[in-house]
T-cell receptor, first 116, second 116 residues
């Protein structure tokens, strides 16, 4: 069975601090997809990134970076020099290719507060 | 394209009444998903359509729930004989096949259901 664990319920930082959101996943599939979504106070989930299981290359996009490690089943998300606009709930998610990739399992989310 | 559209945004209903929600996906997306999100939790998978075919339903979807996607365009989610436990945010998402590199879901803003 697939499972996503986001152990950090809430994180509070001061603007310009770096922050890392942890994500640990479980799956028996050898091919799977990992995602991060952002849910700002407005409520609409926004797709941030997707990684495939066969591609462990880390990714950087502006102030955002993602560290994917199959050895520890982790897919962590770091925001560098955080800003107030980064305040949101962030969800890590997993989709197994064996199911056609249609059933995505979400973690419980990490609420990030960035204070000015 | 303006993204995934959901109507209504909010619905308050009395216990025992029937409700219907509508989702208009991105026109190029052949996959459509319904998720449910309760306070403090990540979205939970309810059902999935590929074009007009409903290919998977979660065990969470009791007999009181039904979803359709006529002609592979918009979709409706109906809940019959609503119960207080049905109170949640109902999210619709659409996508192309996740086999295509780089894609995730595009979510709508959701319909918040309150059963009183």
């Amino acid at each position: 069975a697939q499972k996503v664990t986001q152990a950090q319920t809430e994180i509070s930082v001061v603007e310009k601090e770096d922050v890392t959101l942890d994500c640990v996943y479980e799956t028996r599939d050898t091919t799977y997809y990992l995602f991060w979504y952002k849910q700002p106070p407005s409520g609409e989930l926004v797709f941030l990134i997707r990684r495939n299981s066969f591609d462990e290359q880390n990714e950087i996009s502006g102030r955002y970076s993602w560290n994917f490690q199959k050895s520890t089943s982790s897919f962590n998300f770091t925001i560098t020099a955080s800003q107030v606009v980064d305040s949101a709930v962030y969800f890590c998610a997993l989709s197994e290719a064996g199911t056609g990739g249609f059933k995505t399992i979400f973690g419980a989310g990490t609420r990030l507060f960035v204070k000015a | 394209d303006t993204g995934v559209s959901q109507n209504p945004r909010h619905k308050i209903t009395k216990r025992g009444q029937n409700v219907t929600f509508r989702c208009d996906p991105i026109s190029e997306h052949n996959r459509l998903y319904w998720y449910r999100q309760t306070l403090g939790q990540g979205p939970e998978f309810l059902t999935y359509f590929q074009n007009e075919a409903q290919l998977e339903k979660s065990r969470l979807l009791s007999d009181r729930f039904s979803a359709e996607r006529p002609k592979g365009s918009f979709s409706t989610l109906e809940i019959q004989r609503t119960e207080q436990g049905d109170s949640a945010m109902y999210l619709c998402a659409s996508s192309v096949s996740l086999m295509i590199e780089g894609y995730g879901y595009t979510f709508g803003s959701g319909t918040r259901l309150t059963v009183v």
